[in-house]
């Protein structure tokens, strides 16, 4: 995935300007507008980065002398204690920019880490890992770009890519008299033909229903590894088939090998860790 200066830009500058940068008090009333510094950014723990460019865009968008260089690129494996970027200027404005440019690239690194872990797991199958919508509400390319970096694929980026009806969607109709079925020829005879449909189901019933209809896609919701495994033996050779709903690390191997062509997880981006990287300072009077 390739995010453009302007995007970036639209990102950094609504962060910054969400923490005021213009009016640091803090560092406007201690920092003395000589003082320099180099600073390092660290991580403390092992993992795969993302957001380099992020982070330096960030520094930049504050002071455009600053100079950020990298010492290692976006998927890099990193240990803990790693130079993996320096900063040198004004420490006023490292200062100013560092927690927006940590913020960037903790989470991002975090999320690439997580999804790394999930891609490993599924080694040796025929199974891809990919994300959901579940992202920060407006950050999701970021999101997303940091699921690629970990290996992982992307899902739909937004609801005009592609036809997915839910349960919810299912549950409206069943009140006009709608089944499966007649859904998915609703959406087959109305959606754009350049879109494929996807229908989330629960049940054997449901998938053999779902591609009976003319599903292009169905995902297996909250299936155990042995349903999804029959499933997968009575519809794969018809459609793609997807698994989602209460996969873990612990158990995406055995997912992956029910068969299923992919594994969307919506925990690589709603509810992931923040890799633990910091800025360390080494000052310089001018």
Same mark, same amino acid.
């Given at each position: /995935?390739?995010?453009?200066?302007?995007?970036?830009?639209?990102?950094?500058?609504?962060?910054?300007?969400?923490?005021?940068?213009?009016?640091?008090?803090?560092?406007?009333?201690?920092?003395?507008?000589?003082?320099?510094?180099?600073?390092?950014?660290?991580?403390?723990?092992?993992?795969?980065?993302?957001?380099?460019?992020?982070?330096?865009?960030?520094?930049?968008?504050?002071?455009?002398?600053?100079?950020?260089?990298?010492?290692?690129?976006?998927?890099?494996?990193?240990?803990?204690?790693?130079?993996?970027?320096?900063?040198?200027?004004?420490?006023?404005?490292?200062?100013?920019?560092?927690?927006?440019?940590?913020?960037?690239?903790?989470? /991002?690194?975090?999320?690439?880490?997580?999804?790394?872990?999930?891609?490993?797991?599924?080694?040796?199958?025929?199974?891809?890992?990919?994300?959901?919508?579940?992202?920060?509400?407006?950050?999701?390319?970021?999101?997303?770009?940091?699921?690629?970096?970990?290996?992982?694929?992307?899902?739909?980026?937004?609801?005009?890519?592609?036809?997915?009806?839910?349960?919810?969607?299912?549950?409206?109709?069943?009140?006009?008299?709608?089944?499966?079925?007649?859904?998915?020829?609703?959406?087959?005879?109305?959606?754009?033909?350049?879109?494929?449909?996807?229908?989330?189901?629960?049940?054997?019933?449901?998938?053999?229903?779902?591609?009976?209809?003319?599903?292009?896609?169905? /995902?297996?919701?909250?299936?155990?590894?042995?349903?999804?495994?029959?499933?997968?033996?009575?519809?794969?050779?018809?459609?793609?088939?997807?698994?989602?709903?209460?996969?873990?690390?612990?158990?995406?191997?055995?997912?992956?090998?029910?068969?299923?062509?992919?594994?969307?997880?919506?925990?690589?981006?709603?509810?992931?860790?923040?890799?633990?990287?910091?800025?360390?300072?080494?000052?310089?009077?001018?």
């Amino acid at each position: /995935m390739y995010i453009t200066q302007r995007e970036l830009d639209v990102f950094v500058d609504r962060a910054l300007d969400e923490d005021a940068i213009g009016a640091d008090v803090t560092t406007s009333a201690l920092i003395p507008p000589h003082l320099e510094a180099r600073a390092s950014l660290v991580p403390h723990e092992p993992g795969i980065l993302a957001g380099l460019d992020v982070a330096a865009a960030a520094f930049r968008r504050v002071d455009p002398k600053l100079v950020f260089i990298k010492k290692l690129l976006d998927g890099d494996r990193v240990e803990g204690g790693e130079v993996v970027a320096t900063i040198s200027g004004s420490m006023a404005s490292i200062l100013s920019a560092e927690r927006t440019a940590l913020n960037f690239l903790q989470r /991002m690194s975090g999320i690439a880490t997580l999804t790394d872990l999930y891609v490993q797991a599924v080694e040796g199958t025929t199974a891809s890992i990919t994300d959901t919508r579940k992202t920060v509400p407006g950050l999701r390319l970021l999101d997303k770009y940091s699921v690629s970096i970990g290996g992982g694929r992307n899902h739909r980026m937004n609801l005009t890519d592609g036809v997915l009806i839910k349960d919810n969607h299912l549950a409206a109709l069943a009140g006009e008299g709608v089944s499966l079925g007649q859904a998915i020829k609703r959406a087959r005879a109305r959606a754009p033909h350049t879109v494929k449909i996807e229908v989330e189901v629960e049940t054997i019933e449901a998938a053999f229903a779902a591609v009976s209809a003319g599903a292009d896609i169905v /995902m297996l919701d909250n299936m155990s590894p042995e349903e999804m495994r029959k499933a997968v033996d009575q519809i794969a050779a018809d459609c793609v088939v997807e698994a989602s709903g209460g996969i873990t690390l612990e158990n995406v191997a055995e997912v992956a090998r029910s068969g299923v062509d992919i594994i969307s997880i919506g925990a690589l981006t709603h509810s992931v860790r923040a890799l633990d990287i910091s800025l360390d300072y080494e000052t310089k009077h001018a």
